[in-house]
């Protein structure tokens, strides 16, 4: 859930599971946001409408999931959005209105679900939900600001997710990334300026790759990952140690 295009982490996920043998469907928001998919995915019946602002519109995407599928081995929600005039600047700039839809789509939208994948008993046993978050969540980053926020709010869904799932075998976990060139974050002021501080503080002077993060998405997504729970993986090549 997330791809955009092709520098989309959410991609590099896809292509790494894909890689190990997977068999991956995609989720889309609307039918502009699916021209972009179907550039990479050339299989339309694996390519699925869903708007997580929409609890009817989870509903409809899962069952339709199920009926051409059956049950999943995972869910991966790569999804976050806030308005960009409310990424930069003061935190104190951010309205009501855009908190409340950054929370929305970026932190609830992964309760949303997992509560319709857990209903309709979408999932295997065992299972994995992966999610993507950053360290803004923790560190105040320059206009990062209400993302951050929400990023935080996502991490602690992902605890006590890992805590209420873990019974019916769905394992919840998180990837902070490192920061790399992506739709997402070109969208942020001075995104040049933050890749290149990122790059400097990695271990070994160079960007984490889209391969290197969907590498770790494809180990949570398989059972070779059943005793990681309810964590955030750092696959940002050290720059959290600063």
Not at 110 to 134: C, N, R, W
């Amino acid at each position: 859930m997330g791809v955009a295009n092709q520098r989309s982490i959410a991609w590099g996920c896809a292509k790494e599971m894909t890689a190990q043998g997977a068999e991956v469907i995609y989720t889309y928001q609307n039918e502009r946001l699916k021209k972009s998919v179907a550039k990479l995915v050339q299989d339309d019946n694996r390519l699925i409408e869903c708007d997580v602002a929409s609890d009817d519109s989870i509903a409809q995407a899962f069952a339709t999931i199920k009926e051409r599928f059956g049950q999943l081995d995972g869910l991966v929600h790569a999804i976050a959005y806030a308005k960009r005039e409310e990424l930069g600047g003061s935190i104190t700039n951010v309205t009501r209105e855009g908190y409340a839809l950054a929370q929305d789509v970026s932190a609830y939208s992964l309760l949303a679900v997992a509560k319709e994948a857990e209903k309709q008993e979408l999932l295997k046993k065992p299972a994995s939900i992966v999610t993507l978050t950053y360290f803004g969540s923790t560190r105040a980053i320059p206009n990062y600001n209400v993302m951050g926020v929400a990023k935080a709010a996502l991490e602690a869904n992902v605890r006590y997710l890992a805590r209420d799932l873990g019974a019916a075998g769905i394992r919840v976990n998180a990837i902070s990334a490192g920061a790399m060139k992506t739709l997402a974050v070109t969208g942020i002021k001075g995104h040049g300026d933050l890749l290149k501080l990122s790059q400097s503080l990695t271990a070994d002077g160079k960007s984490v790759t889209l391969e290197e993060i969907g590498g770790t998405c494809a180990f949570l997504m398989s059972d070779l990952s059943t005793g990681v729970v309810g964590d955030v993986l750092y696959v940002d090549k050290g720059v959290h140690l600063n």
